[in-house]
């Protein structure tokens, strides 16, 4: 993922310059708007930018959990001229996402994602209201639900056998390249990625794509994932609009935005036209098509931008969290060997002869802990997608206007030491004996987020999740490249809102035998 742009260059400067002595004026009179009111303490700012050059570029939530441990679990931010609280602790995002959720459901309206979401109607970043209401309802109910993702278990079966066969050929062409000695290794997080946008572009498509080149459209999806990770001059200076024009943002945002939706227009024609699917099973598209068609008179009127909003939420949610989530947790079971042959042991115990079976997942409590807990450590989005208040309220004694925007530290709370002993290791054991699933555990453990903007998606993203590590760790014994060790092996994670590892994770996959179970290091 791209870096987020924050404006640093030098025609932004000048563009902010030129326009700073409106920004002052405007700062001052807001400034009036405080008085008397007692906000969350704030780290020192600078005129005009405020806040903003105490996070730059880098790890946001590694910066922002230092400021918490100078301000508290509650503070304040000026990103420009947008005031922001941070949330650094559970039950500060008990008191957000639970308690006061009806407050703090609002959604700012990014500049990337209203060009390319089409003006933000889709669930992730639509403002809260009953247009929201009523396309979550289609998500969660129709498309995501636990009997829908069921539905999906054959295509996870066959994407996941395929890439244990991808994993094979690539293991015997590396043998043989070497003569048998020294192995490179392969590319494990290209063959998850490559996993995981298979598999969601078929449950959402089926094989009707209009005609495009399957990595085409992959790439195109990049595209969007990038430019909704760019944080634009005007999302912190909403009167600075023209700085983003003039910066060319506002022009790739329409160029992607474009060849986006003359895929997504294509692809819907395409299924309108097939004639009962041609004897195939229907796909999420079909269902949302059938559904906006039955269910559009119902409340607000909805239409084909609505479903195209909703497909690449589909994609947005589903791609990155899964393909993450699977490598740092082979990343962490690397670096801990002793981890990795408890969870194979685990494996191979509950599987039989013909591999994983997603009936079987249920009795991995191991293979599910080590999930879990790479997701604590490694969220896929270390800070959740922005909240914001829609009325003025209290939180923690602090008055918090409306239109506040919220960020959630979820990197931070999942490496509290006030809730987690030992935060900062790597330890599945903690989750082994808990029954609770993927979301909140007294909201310590939010990588989805929670309340009622918290991701539809979970089933779906954990599913595929648990079926891949469980084959990938069935299949193969796992082993550094020659020339590295355990040790020297560094789990370090990129740039960016969505970090992934900052190097791809190639690993030398070696067949595992019934009769050689993995051995306790």
Known sequence: ?????????????????????????????????????????????????????????????????????????????????????????????????????????????????????????????????????????????????VKRVDSLRALRAEEVASLVARIRAASAMDMEDQSGSTRRGINVSELIVSLTYTVVSKAVFGNKLGGMDPKSLRAMMKEESDLLETVA????????????????????????????????????????????????????LDDLLSVVKKEGGEGFMLDRVDVKGLVLDLFVGGIDTTSKAIEWAMALLIKNPREMAKVQEEVRQVAGPQGVLEEQLGRMSRLQASLKEAMRLHPPVPLLVPHETIQDTKLHGYDIPAKTRVIINAWAIGRDSQSWENAEEFLPERFVHDASDYSCKGFRFIPFGAGRRGCPGIAFATRLAELAL???????????????????????????????????????AKPLHMHEPPQLQ
């Open 1 to 145: 993922m791209a870096p987020p742009q924050l404006g640093t260059d030098l025609l932004a400067l000048f563009l902010l310059l030129v326009a700073s002595c409106f920004v002052i004026i405007r700062r001052l009179r807001s400034g009036h708007n405080d008085i008397g009111r007692v906000l969350p303490p704030s780290p020192p700012g600078l005129p005009i930018i405020g806040n903003i050059h105490q996070l730059a570029r880098g790890h946001h939530h590694r910066k922002l959990q230092a400021l918490a441990k100078q301000h508290g679990d509650i503070f304040l931010l000026r990103l420009g001229t947008v005031p922001t609280v941070v949330i650094s602790s559970a039950s500060m995002a008990e008191e957000v996402l639970k308690k006061q959720d009806h407050v703090f459901c609002g959604r700012p309206q990014q500049r990337t994602a209203r060009g390319i979401l089409y003006d933000c109607r889709d669930v992730g970043f639509s403002p809260y209201g009953e247009r929201w209401r009523q396309l979550r309802r289609i998500a969660v109910v129709h498309l995501l639900s």
């Open 233 to 284: 001059v005007s999302d912190m200076f909403p009167r600075l609009q023209w700085v983003d024009w003039a910066m060319g943002l506002d022009a790739s945002i329409k160029r992607t935005a474009s060849k986006l939706d003359g895929v997504l227009e294509r692809t819907l024609q395409a299924h309108e036209n097939s004639s009962e699917n041609n004897g195939e099973a229907g796909d999420l």
């Open 470 to 508: 469980a084959n990938l760790l069935y299949h193969f014994h796992w082993e550094l490249p020659e020339g590295q060790d355990v040790e020297s092996f560094q789990v370090v994670e990129s740039s960016g809102l969505s970090p992934a590892l900052k190097s791809a994770l190639t690993l030398v």
